[in-house]
């Protein structure tokens, strides 16, 4: 089997794992290959006990369908998906990983229920309850709990942060439209992310375009101090020019 075809079954698990059904036309068309190469692809995946096949397409196995927050409002989503699978190739076998508080980052942690033999670190609940039935190592810090986020913060998570170090760092963002780096909703959460940046080798934040038009209360970093940026294509051009010579941006 070629790499092409492996990493398009791969591409293909996380979609059906993330948005919990999919087209077999839109996936021809997407991936640039006959309907018939599509349904031997969704075959392999219900073999293997990620879908189940049907007619046009395949929903995801009810082993992968239920997901802590409800996608279904979310206009973002498809960039989100996107976003996250894109993430997926910087993560190299058997490394150690942080997965920060976010919608994206809980996206990114249903795909890595494809993956097997990670170290996987978080500080938010929802992250873990996904990757709780993952083949991996996952550990949670501990910490205030925040209610709308579900994020673990404060010293106790500081002080478990300490303790480790981090090949890769997923973080996210509630906005950036008059800052010059990611921002956090409280000062808490932007400490946390401070700590996680001080702990990672590499450090991506993961954010749909919508955020450039949009502020929260506290940046943590300056772009400058962010490895990657992994977004899809905003419409504010002079300002993803900025954002490209101070960090390295991958557009989605």
């Not at 780096?181 to 932007?190: C, D, L, N, T, Y």
Request: hydrophobic share 40%; proline share 1%; glycine share 6%.
């Amino acid at each position: 089997m070629n790499r092409k075809t492996l990493e398009r079954r791969e591409k293909l698990k996380g979609m059906l794992i993330t948005s919990g059904s999919v087209n077999s036309s839109d996936l021809s068309s997407m991936f640039s290959v006959s309907t018939e190469t599509i349904r031997k692809d969704l075959l392999l995946l219900e073999k293997q006990g990620y879908a189940k096949k049907g007619y046009g397409g395949a929903v995801a196995s009810t082993n992968y369908i239920e997901t802590p927050f409800d996608l279904r409002n979310d206009k973002n989503v498809d960039a989100k998906i996107a976003i996250a699978a894109k993430a997926m190739e910087f993560i190299p076998k058997e490394s150690v990983i942080l997965l920060d508080a976010g919608s994206t980052t809980l996206l990114l942690a249903k795909q890595l229920l494809t993956r097997e033999g990670l170290t996987i670190i978080t500080n938010s609940m929802s992250v873990c309850n996904v990757l709780s039935a993952s083949n991996n190592y996952v550990y949670i810090t501990g910490g205030q709990v925040k209610g709308v986020t579900m994020s673990l913060v404060g010293l106790w998570a500081n002080y478990c942060l300490d303790t480790i170090l981090i090949d890769t760092a997923f973080l996210g963002t509630s906005g950036f439209q008059n800052f010059s780096g990611p921002s956090a909703e409280s000062f808490q959460e932007a400490e946390m992310k401070k700590k996680i940046l001080q702990r990672s080798n590499i450090s991506i934040v993961l954010s749909d375009s919508s955020k450039c038009s949009s502020n929260a209360l506290a940046q943590y970093a300056l772009w400058s101090e962010i490895d990657f940026l992994i977004m899809n294509q905003m419409e504010e051009k002079e300002k993803m020019q900025h954002i490209q010579q101070c960090t390295n941006v991958v557009l989605v």
